[in-house]
């Protein structure tokens, strides 16, 4: 809470391991599918496999399940390095493991929100915030797959409001007559 005050944060999370359910379901499969090949060697399958293509077998084997392997364990390492906080001024993200690479988004910068919560991710308090806005670097940011993202799509809706009031934005709307002949 201490650094809290002293930052002036108001909500910070890490990703979440949600993001990457589909790729976790992918690489299980290829691993569950080369653990399989694995297990029915040795039960059998030995003796149907002619002599000269059994260290190849084993090496697609081995390579499939070691490169799903550390697919799962790059995914992990990604989703839990990728930081998102919200103070009075920004919207502030680092992502990377090795290359730590921040951005933000000034708040006054932001033209709409949208809180995106389907039913899945319901089941689970989990869902994104789609922020669009001015800034020519990261028009659309897609905070993903947060815990409890209606918290944060309130406290972004009074963060931004407010820091447009301190900084007097005013959004153009044109409008447009249509002639109907």
């Not at 976790?24 to 599918?33: E, F, N, R």
């Not at 399940?65 to 906080?85: D, F, N, R």
């Amino acid at each position: 809470m201490k650094r809290q005050q002293e930052t002036n944060t108001e909500w910070e999370q890490t990703q979440s391991r949600w993001t990457c359910l589909g790729a976790y379901l992918q690489y299980g499969v290829v691993l569950l599918a080369a653990i399989g090949a694995g297990i029915a060697y040795p039960c059998g399958l030995s003796s149907q496999i002619p002599e000269e293509v059994r260290l190849p077998y084993w090496i697609a084997v081995l390579g499939a399940g070691t490169l799903a392997l550390v697919m799962i364990l790059k995914l992990t390492i990604q989703t839990e390095y990728t930081h998102w906080e919200l103070t009075k001024d920004r919207l502030t993200w680092t992502t990377g493991v090795l290359h730590r690479e921040t951005d933000d988004l000034e708040l006054y910068r932001v033209r709409d929100l949208v809180l995106d919560y389907p039913f899945p991710c319901r089941l689970f308090d989990r869902g994104s915030v789609i922020i669009y806005s001015n800034d020519e670097m990261n028009p659309i940011i897609v905070v993903g797959l947060v815990k409890d993202p209606k918290e944060l799509f309130h406290k972004l809706l009074v963060a931004i409001e407010r820091r447009k009031q301190e900084v007097e934005v005013r959004e153009k709307e044109e409008l447009v007559e249509l002639k109907v002949d």
